[in-house]
């Protein structure tokens, strides 16, 4: 028994360690500041949260590992947590938190680039014009489906085939909207700029406005620091300017970017980064009216700090 109360104890140390592992990644990545390439900033309070919460766990794990009395070993539901698995298994599953510590401290941090980019596609507010039917639905379920009922007829109405739908949102549901006024107003604003300058700040918002409307622009000289892409059906002097954009972290990038054509092209690898000047014309692209960008000027760069962006209004 003795020796089972020894092992627990370890294993007690040994989660201690590991929550204080994770803890000093975290706050190795928050004082680098290279958090900011795996979540958004809005996310960097939990984040915080998280650092405090995994230091008083580890501290209180390896706290309990060190005491010999059982009182302060066990709880009262019943079950002898002094009786562990074999030695392999209990190895094979502190290995799973161990391994991504280690890694965290000894490789470099990776940022996304057009690898992830090419199976992801470059995001356009034309995609989003898809979407247009889920929205209605969200918005108005009843009225859609009775808009469906009268367009497809009464056998796809009554099809037992077609599951049931609630008619109504879940309590607390509430509909998110794009902030019009927000859209609107930095839409003037770009109409009213000599040169638009895509800011980090707004580079989402500009491109999707750009997309939405691209012969208003017509004509615009534009600024824009990205990377190089490509998709597989591109002309060899096109690719896409572009930067990843983060809502939540990593896991939810989206690409964005803008069409661009320069006799230069064909010289820049994928990745490279590049800040470019140029005219907006329109292009046609997979039965899509684009905005594209007529480059007059064209540098490489180094990536910047921080290489992604954010959408905020």
Not at 8 to 30: A, D, E, H, S
Not at 64 to 91: F, M, N, W
Not at 144 to 149: A, S, W
Not at 160 to 181: A, M, R, T, Y
Request: aromatic share 12%; net charge negative.
């Amino acid at each position: 028994m003795e020796k089972q109360h020894a092992q627990y104890r370890f294993q007690l140390y040994i989660r201690g360690i590991i929550l204080i592992g994770f803890t000093l990644l975290m706050l190795k990545l928050v004082i680098t500041g290279n958090m900011v390439h795996f979540i958004a900033p809005k996310m960097m309070p939990f984040m915080y949260f998280a650092i405090i919460v995994f230091a008083l766990l580890g501290a209180i794990q390896i706290w309990r590992s060190g005491s010999k009395k059982q009182a302060e070993l066990y709880c009262d539901c019943g079950t002898d947590h002094a009786v562990s698995s074999s030695p392999i298994k209990t190895l094979l599953v502190y290995s799973l938190f161990v391994f991504p510590i280690i890694t965290g401290f000894l490789f470099p941090d990776v940022v996304l680039d057009s690898s992830v980019a090419a199976k992801r596609g470059f995001k356009t507010n034309l995609e989003e014009q898809d979407t247009s039917k889920a929205e209605a639905y969200l918005s108005d379920p009843e009225a859609y489906l009775n808009e469906l009922d009268e367009s497809v007829g009464n056998k796809v109405a009554q099809s037992s085939n077609i599951p049931d739908v609630p008619l109504e949102h879940p309590e607390g549901f509430e509909v998110q909207e794009k902030p019009v006024d927000f859209y609107a107003q930095l839409e003037q604003k770009m109409l009213e700029m000599e040169t638009i300058q895509f800011t980090e700040e707004n580079f989402i918002a500009m491109t999707s406005i750009l997309d939405e409307n691209p012969d208003k622009f017509v004509g615009k000289k534009v600024e824009m620091l990205g990377f190089v892409f490509r998709e597989h059906d591109f002309k060899e002097n096109q690719f896409v300017i572009a930067r990843f954009g983060l809502s939540c972290c990593v896991a939810d990038a989206s690409v964005f970017g803008t069409l661009a054509t320069s006799p230069e092209a064909e010289t820049l690898g994928d990745d490279q980064w590049v800040k470019l000047t140029g005219t907006i014309t329109t292009v046609k692209y997979q039965d899509w009216t684009l905005p594209s960008i007529e480059v007059s000027e064209i540098d490489r760069v180094e990536q910047p700090e921080s290489p992604y962006v954010y959408e905020s209004y």
